[in-house]
T-cell receptor
Framework: GQSLEQPSEVTAVEGAIVQINCTYQ??????LSWYQQHDGGAPTFLSY????GLEETGRFSSFLSRSDSYGYLLLQELQMKDSASYFC????????????FGKGTKLSVKP | DSGVTQTPKHLITATGQRVTLRCSPR?????VYWYQQSLDQGLQFLIQ???????AKGNILERFSAQQFPDLHSELNLSSLELGDSALYFC????????????FGPGTRLTVL
């Protein structure tokens, strides 16, 4: 089966950089996705890594190492609005596309 | 705004009742996924439809069922409701070949009293 591990909570200050790690075990790997969810809101797609390396989208970057079954989300120049939960997710290898999500990392950005 | 719509936004009902949650995917998306999110279980996949056909099933209870209609909207039916069914129910959609990028609706918050 699939499982993903990520820290449950991270705290950082405005303007800082934070890295949220994710390790996974899957029976078929298509890539690693990251989603952001504010309290009471819906998950929103942030980034996807299908190949090893770094993908950059503005202040957010995501990295994947398939040999290490590991990825991370890097958030730079943190802003208060980045306070949210961040989920890594992999596609269920035995299906057509449903995602298996990690338990989520709650990021708190302090002034 | 993801382009995915869900109704109703909130639903309060009693144990033993039946409810129907509705979802309309983004224009052009053929896949619809249903997820349940509760505090202790995180985001759990329930069921997926693609162009009207069931494609994958997760840990969906037998009391729950879903379907996708010819206009691609989907409905999730929850019956014989129990207190533990109280949760946020999200619908998501993706474009053909784009399963790794899913667009979530605003969710339906179900409270079973």
């Amino acid at each position: 089966g699939q499982s993903l591990e990520q820290p449950s909570e991270v705290t950082a200050v405005e303007g800082a950089i934070v890295q949220i790690n994710c390790t996974y075990q899957t029976s078929g790997f298509y890539g690693l996705s990251w989603y952001q969810q504010h309290d009471g809101g819906a998950p929103t797609f942030l980034s996807y890594n299908g190949l090893d390396g770094l993908e950059e989208t503005g202040r957010f970057s995501s990295f994947l190492s398939r040999s290490d079954s590991y990825g991370y989300l890097l958030l730079q120049e943190l802003q208060m609005k980045d306070s949210a939960s961040y989920f890594c997710a992999v596609r269920d290898g035995g299906s057509q596309g449903n995602l298996i999500f990690g338990k989520g990392t709650k990021l708190s950005v302090k002034p | 705004d993801s382009g995915v719509t869900q109704t109703p936004k909130h639903l309060i009902t009693a144990t033993g009742q039946r409810v129907t949650l509705r979802c309309s995917p983004r224009s052009g998306d053929l896949s619809v996924y249903w997820y349940q999110q509760s505090l202790d279980q995180g985001l759990q996949f329930l069921i997926q439809y693609y162009n009207g056909e069931e494609r994958a099933k997760g840990n969906i209870l037998e009391r729950f069922s879903a379907q996708q209609f010819p206009d691609l909207h989907s409905e999730l039916n929850l019956s014989s409701l129990e207190l533990g069914d109280s949760a946020l129910y999200f619908c998501a959609s993706s474009s053909p070949g784009g399963a790794d990028t899913q667009y979530f609706g605003p969710g339906t918050r179900l409270t079973v009293l």
